[in-house]
């Protein structure tokens, strides 16, 4: 190969390299992706069971109105890239539009307190969803990371009738922006993934916790769930706390306390 040709190479090499740069900056016009950590970079070995990630719910700190985490949830994974299709009914696009954190309202009959909290995956031990998964496109990493592999979902929704917490959404239209970190397509099923390309990279942080902290709140809290000196097992033993539907015996990696 002569001097000239490898100046090419070398000329087209730091060009993908500058495009993929600028990519990662920006996807589409007002959106941007997460900053990853300094000197982060993609993970290289296999995902082990050394660490269980998990989230905390604090209800009691949830604020009434505040769509703080789903907001952030929709930006991170391009949710709010979704458009209603032309001539859709409105209410129809609403029941059939993919949402991976819902604000759920629950009150208490005999008080009329109300209670306000985030529900999404539940990234439960023992879940329901890869059980009846026909294709193995749903399953759980070592590390209780509960995922869907779009590459051999059938879009049979199999896994969105066990789910007890209702957290998986169908993709009924077509896709046309996305986000090259949360590939998304019709007839597909999706869900919560505790921003997994986030710790795949080094990063131990979820958009909503980082949301619901930069708003005041501090209604989330996100770690390992096997680290004694972490902030989750730090949170989780100055309160008590329990499972949406614990009668399942699901050992979910979401835990709530004030309900």
């Not at 749903?138 to 051999?152: M, N, P, Q």
């Amino acid at each position: 190969m002569n001097h000239e040709t490898e100046s090419m190479n070398q000329g087209r090499r730091d060009f993908l390299s500058a495009a993929a740069g600028v990519t990662a900056s920006a996807v589409a016009p007002g959106v941007f992706l997460h900053t990853p950590v300094a000197n982060a970079a993609p993970r290289t070995e296999p995902v082990t069971d050394v660490h269980r990630w998990g989230l905390l719910v604090d209800t009691s700190k949830c604020a009434d109105g505040c769509t703080a985490c789903v907001d952030a949830c929709d930006t991170e994974n391009g949710l709010n890239l979704q458009s209603k299709p032309l001539g859709d009914d409105k209410l129809k696009w609403q029941n059939q539009r993919a949402t991976w954190i819902r604000k759920v309202k629950l009150q208490d009959n005999l008080t009329g307190n109300v209670t306000n909290l985030p529900l999404m995956c539940q990234h439960c031990e023992h879940p329901p969803c890869v059980d009846v998964c026909p294709t193995g496109a749903s399953f759980k990493r070592a590390d209780g990371i509960v995922l869907v592999d779009r590459h051999t979902c059938i879009g049979c929704r199999y896994c969105m009738m066990a789910c007890p917490y209702k957290a998986r959404s169908f993709i009924h239209e077509q896709v046309d922006q996305k986000l090259t970190r949360a590939p998304r397509g019709k007839g597909c099923v999706e869900s919560c993934t505790l921003c997994v390309h986030r710790l795949d990279s080094g990063d131990i942080s979820t958009a909503c916790a980082d949301a619901c902290s930069s708003e005041g709140h501090q209604a989330l809290v996100f770690g390992d769930l096997k680290d004694p000196t972490g902030p989750l097992r730090q949170a989780l033993a100055k309160t008590s706390s329990r499972q949406i539907r614990q009668d399942l015996g699901l050992n979910t990696g979401v835990r709530y306390t004030g309900i």
